[in-house]
């Protein structure tokens, strides 16, 4: 059994080392014998150099940050808009991903931030997919960002169907490698299926929650957070 840390860091040249940092150093002092492997852009010196003195396997598959300007609001935004882009087509570079990796769990995160805190090694044993709570002291209906988003992507009657439902977080999915391999399936098919501007305005957390409670990835525990 073993576990490797799986996640999106869609980062401008020599500005990935810092945003994952935390990941990579945290993972490395509380779960030393874990993988990481990360999507990236052709990483530059630096982030190379960092990568390979912390054992972190770059699989460097994203195109280009598209040119922006962070000191307006209009490149600010266009970035974002990227980024979330790149939260739907990250579910396929997953799939790239795990068929060249050999663990026999995989634990899909985001990148920026988090933190791990514990022996992922120990949690080696389950044989179903275990989804973060976001917020487990509110519903989807009740946090304004995860109600737009459902309304957004499927309308009220969705809102009311699965509203009262905890916020699960589509930035931390752990499981064995055949039920990751068969959510980010299923994921991609959504992505799909609502299309990239709807993915570009909401991400894919709405998406996530709603195949969720819909039935439509593999049987799944929930954490306590």
Same mark, same amino acid.
């Given at each position: 059994?073993?576990?490797?840390?799986?996640?999106?860091?869609?980062?401008?040249?020599?500005?990935?080392?810092?945003?994952?940092?935390?990941?990579?150093?945290?993972?490395?002092?509380?779960?030393?014998?874990?993988?990481?492997?990360?999507?990236?852009?052709?990483?530059?010196?630096?982030?190379?150099?960092?990568?390979?003195?912390?054992g972190v396997?770059?699989?460097?598959?994203?195109?280009?940050?598209?040119?922006?300007?962070?000191?307006?609001?209009?490149? =600010? *935004? &266009?970035?974002?808009?990227?980024?979330? $882009? !790149?939260?739907?087509?990250?579910? %396929?570079?997953?799939? /790239?991903?795990?068929?060249?990796?050999p663990h026999?769990?995989?634990?899909l995160s985001?990148?920026?931030?988090?933190?791990?805190?514990?022996?992922?090694?120990?949690?080696?044993?389950?044989?179903?997919?275990?989804?973060?709570?976001?917020?487990?002291?509110?519903?989807?209906?009740?946090?304004?960002?995860?109600?737009?988003?459902?309304?957004?992507?499927?309308?009220?009657?969705?809102?009311?169907?699965?509203?009262?439902?905890?916020?699960?977080?589509?930035?931390?999915?752990?499981?064995? =490698? *055949? &039920?990751?391999?068969?959510?980010?399936? $299923? !994921?991609?098919?959504?992505?799909? %299926?609502?299309?990239? /501007?709807?993915?570009?305005?909401?991400?894919?957390?709405?998406?996530?929650?709603?195949?969720?409670?819909?039935?439509?990835?593999?049987?799944?525990?929930?954490?306590?957070?």
């Amino acid at each position: 059994m073993s576990v490797v840390v799986l996640g999106l860091a869609a980062f401008p040249p020599n500005r990935v080392w810092r945003n994952v940092e935390l990941l990579v150093r945290s993972t490395r002092r509380n779960s030393p014998a874990t993988g990481i492997a990360l999507l990236t852009t052709r990483l530059a010196a630096h982030d190379r150099r960092m990568f390979a003195r912390h054992g972190v396997h770059a699989f460097e598959i994203i195109e280009d940050v598209p040119r922006y300007d962070p000191n307006t609001a209009e490149g =600010r *935004e &266009a970035f974002h808009r990227w980024t979330l $882009e !790149m939260f739907g087509r990250r579910q %396929r570079m997953y799939l /790239e991903a795990i068929e060249r990796l050999p663990h026999s769990h995989i634990l899909l995160s985001d990148t920026r931030d988090v933190l791990v805190t514990g022996d992922l090694e120990r949690q080696a044993t389950t044989e179903t997919l275990v989804l973060s709570q976001e917020d487990a002291s509110r519903p989807l209906a009740e946090e304004y960002w995860n109600r737009k988003w459902i309304v957004d992507g499927y309308g009220q009657g969705e809102l009311e169907r699965i509203g009262r439902q905890p916020i699960l977080c589509a930035g931390a999915v752990f499981g064995p =490698r *055949e &039920a990751i391999a068969a959510y980010v399936r $299923e !994921m991609s098919v959504e992505v799909d %299926r609502v299309g990239i /501007e709807m993915t570009r305005k909401i991400g894919d957390q709405p998406l996530h929650n709603h195949l969720a409670y819909s039935g439509r990835i593999p049987a799944y525990g929930t954490s306590r957070a």
